[in-house]
């Protein structure tokens, strides 16, 4: 009886440390987010949102109607793909940009992008603990929310990110695409015949808007839809002709993505490498960011999430047999993402490329130690049988040095330099503000122009964003300039000297 007593309130304490663990998580997570969210309520169009939606602000403008309007979003879409790039799917999403319907909407971006993030990722580690590891439990939350914290605060070029719409969509959107997708190949992997369907459109759908969108993840959808199809046919034939199926419209978008004419033409501007050298750099690449962006708060996040892998993987039935492989696997597919510039331009591509490589890095960091911690565990055979005393003992341990790690580490980096302290001190020192006015000014003048117009640059501008950089009034072919212009509908804009 006795030892049942401390049983009981040992589970008990457990409970309650588990419960304010999972209070403190979600209480930090959302604080963190109120000044980066609240922030895009100053944020405006930029650059390429200009020259992709301008056909749709004309439309609004106008008052054309839906036929103007779908006539303006074909127009871009086949414009662009017979002379810059195939990418039909983003060029279609690019042309819906916010502020082209009315300029006050433009702080959508931002709810947009951040919660494409948090949605793909609440619903990946949800469908992967419940739905695959058949493990019913609260940290299906708590496991996303550690990795979104890092994700949203450490994220290398914010402006790219979460504020500029054309970028962000291009990739931290279509990133939580393909995660979604992901998600939906586990999902129908568990599911009755019954709901097989409805779920083999969803996802073809989303495969093909994600085959018509940028070639990094593309081409890694279409390796995994690859490897769901080869898993399928070792142990669940059913499901290999719907992954088949799913696989077969994904690759069918990106070829038609590939062959564009006006691929060619953007080449035509770029040095490119060769297949196997392409390869070679991507996988060079991925090792250099994994030892750049592992740091103490990495190392600490981690270290928090181990305890609550080793309490799944002790409820699931799951077999860890093949750690060397996943993680082989799961290194190519990081990777391969890069492949894509390096072939095309001989680099990794843009700031906002570099994004969606730090997404992925912490899908591939976490993902390698559960499985690994997993094969530990179930290699065992039992033999790493905890008491609940040792487990609470273990729990303090590995919470307090994980605090300490991403403490220390946070300092370290800045707060300044997290999204986090970016935006607020672009708040509190009013340089959000200010830009949102000297923004408004220069829109302003430009409505009220019909010809030629001189404006200014944006003299201050937070760090949370980018400034219009529009060029010198000689320099009358600027495409910043010229795509301005056009979405504005007047002559010409100048930049004053």
Known sequence: MLEDDNKKRIGCSGNKINLIITILIVAGFVLSLIPV????????????????????????????????????IIDIVRSTYKNWQ?????????????????????FITSIVLVGSLVFSNILFWDVFTKRFLKVSSNYSVLIPLIILEMQIQFVPYIQESFYWYNGGIYYTFFYALEVVL????????????????????????????????????????????VLAV?????????????????????????????????????????????????????????????IKWTHLPQIGMLLLLIPIF???????????????????????????????PFFAMSSQGAQRQVNMYYYSYYMFMTLGVFYLEGWIIKRSGGRIALSDRVKKVLLYVFVGISLICIGVGTLRYGIKNTTFGITYL??????????????????????????????????????????LNLSRKGDVGYWINISMADYYGVEAIYLEE
């Open 37 to 72: 969210l609240y922030i895009s309520r100053y944020a405006h169009p930029l650059f390429d949102d200009y020259s992709y939606s301008a056909g749709v602000r004309k439309a609004i403008v106008e008052h054309g109607g839906i036929s103007q309007l779908l006539h303006s």
């Open 310 to 340: 080793y309490i799944i993987i002790k409820r699931t039935d799951f077999n860890f047999n093949y750690p060397l492989v996943a993680i082989v696997l799961g290194f190519g597919f990081f990777a391969a993402q890069s492949t894509p």
């Open 230 to 290: 080869i898993l399928g046919l070792l142990f669940k034939k059913r499901k290999a002709v719907d992954y088949g199926i799913i696989l077969f419209f994904t690759l069918f978008a990106f070829i038609i993505n590939v062959v564009a004419p006006g691929n060619r033409v953007r080449a035509a501007n770029n040095i490119s490498l060769s297949a196997w050298k392409a390869i070679l750099a991507s996988l060079k690449y991925a090792f250099e960011c994994i």
């Open 86 to 106: 195939g990418t039909f799917s983003a060029v279609f999403l690019f042309s819906l940009q916010p502020a082209a319907f009315n300029p006050s909407l433009y």
């Open 182 to 225: 992901i998600s939906l190949l586990f999902i129908i992997w568990e599911s009755d015949n019954k709901h097989i369907v409805p779920l083999t459109i969803l996802s073809g759908f989303i495969g093909m808007i994600i085959g018509g969108g940028n070639y990094s993840n593309a081409l890694t959808t279409v390796m995994f839809l």
């Open 426 to 467: 672009d708040l509190k020192s009013g340089r959000a503000q200010r830009y949102d006015e000297e923004y408004k000014r220069i829109e302003e003048l430009i409505l009220d122009s019909e010809g030629a117009v001189y404006t200014t640059d944006i003299n201050e501008y937070p760090n949370s964003f980018y400034r």
